[in-house]
């Protein structure tokens, strides 16, 4: 259903906020309360109720359901004064009080027939640039989701450590990355086997496979050559692909990636650790509680600002399952495209923040190192995601742009 109020459209198929200028950056959960509260807006919504249906009956403090219900109020630009939309009755809990016109999504979206194809589109906040989803099947028959967005020539970017097409784009985590880098071209990216609308039910991971996502999704777009952008295991990816078809790329950038996995470059008390978060993920990684993810969080961005952890903790949740996330980790430690450095033949740059705690220097000095006439960039940051508000961002981006450009 899509719920249309004010300024403001929530759809809760895609599970979106919009506003006239695009869509509204919103954690899942406060996205999931916002949700109870238009749906039930013929009623007042009791504490009680709100932490059964938002936090599934879990204790949780007070200040935790205020906390919540603040950001929903400010997502839609409203406050605890003015309560335009959510309105507090003290003692008895709050009520959605804005009038709300009710359209079935099914109805006003166009549909599209055949199994190996989805349109749907999705605005990038303030661009009113949609995306176009669709599905492929790699060697092994899993099924890929790989979308395109924007206008001009293609850039290709590989899938990294859990995607979600649909999701990606409202959260500050990635929203910032596509919107920059897609800039006078038309984007390609896809969900990685195991993660957002790719096929959840797999069971191989290993590099080899997930070359051949790659692959499929190039042969799906019916691209002839495109530069290609890897950050992170998507940069052994992007690697491989580009020594194996040399006529189809026509550039490579690399951003926070290695040519080794964890197995084969750690310490052994490393390597021991990274055995350790398989065992959390398996055991913790499905539950409400973000702890377990944020293990993983503090590693990808230590110096980001706090909204965008609890977003990548929750889109981590969102994203895939915890036998999945244990799987991919699993396989990752095998990663090997040294054979493959020598013989890319596209003029490459690689980029790696000087801090990166998920990925050190040297991983992508290796890269560098291996691919001839390679470049390299350092930026000074400790991130392995960078947040827009990091100053390295900028950098990487403008000098990204400047490469694809030349």
């Not at 879990?58 to 630009?77: C, E, H, M, P, T």
């Amino acid at each position: 259903m899509r719920y249309k109020f004010g300024d403001f459209e929530l759809c809760t198929e895609t599970l979106e906020l919009r506003q006239s200028t695009g869509l509204v950056a919103i954690e899942p959960q406060v996205f999931n309360l916002l949700m109870h509260v238009v749906e039930h807006r013929d009623r007042v919504i009791s504490k009680d109720e709100l932490i059964e249906a938002i936090w599934d009956g879990r204790f949780v403090s007070d200040s935790a359901v205020s906390s919540r219900i603040k950001s929903a109020r400010k997502a839609l630009g409203d406050d605890g004064q003015t309560q335009k939309y959510i309105k507090t009755l003290h003692g008895r809990g709050i009520r959605f009080v804005a009038e709300v016109q009710v359209a079935n999504a099914a109805e006003e979206r166009e549909s599209t027939s055949g199994a190996s194809a989805l349109a749907n589109e999705a605005p990038i906040a303030g661009d009113f640039v949609f995306q176009d989803i669709r599905f492929c099947h790699s060697r092994d028959g899993t099924k890929v989701a790989y979308a395109k967005a924007g206008n001009g020539p293609p850039l290709i970017k590989t899938a990294n450590w859990l995607n979600h097409l649909e999701f990606d784009w409202q959260s500050p985590v990635w929203s910032h990355f596509f919107g920059d880098i897609m800039q006078g071209r038309t984007l390609f990216r896809y969900d990685a086997r195991g993660n957002g609308l790719s096929d959840w039910d797999v069971s191989d991971f290993c590099f080899e496979r997930q070359v051949e996502d790659l692959e499929a999704v190039v042969e799906a777009s019916g691209l002839d050559r495109f530069p290609l952008f890897g950050i992170s295991q998507g940069c052994a990816v992007s690697v491989a692909y580009a020594a194996r078809h040399p006529d189809k790329v026509t550039k490579l950038v690399l951003l926070g990636g290695y040519a080794r996995g964890w197995r084969l470059s750690q310490s052994e008390k490393m390597q021991e650790e990274t055995e350790a978060m398989g065992i959390l993920i398996r055991s913790g990684w499905g539950r409400n509680n973000s702890a377990f993810r944020q293990m993983f969080t503090t590693l990808f961005m230590p110096d980001a600002p706090p909204q965008n952890q609890d977003w990548f903790n929750e889109l981590q949740r969102m994203t895939t399952s915890p036998e999945n996330a244990a799987n991919l980790l699993d396989a990752l430690g095998n990663v090997d495209a040294r054979e493959y450095l020598a013989d890319v033949k596209a003029p490459t740059f690689v980029v790696h923040c000087r801090g990166d705690m998920r990925v050190p220097l040297s991983a992508g000095q290796e890269l560098a190192a291996g691919i001839p006439g390679a470049r390299f960039m350092t930026l000074e940051s400790n991130n392995h995601i960078m947040p827009s508000s990091d100053p390295a961002w900028a950098s990487f981006s403008s000098a990204m742009t400047s490469f694809l450009n030349e």
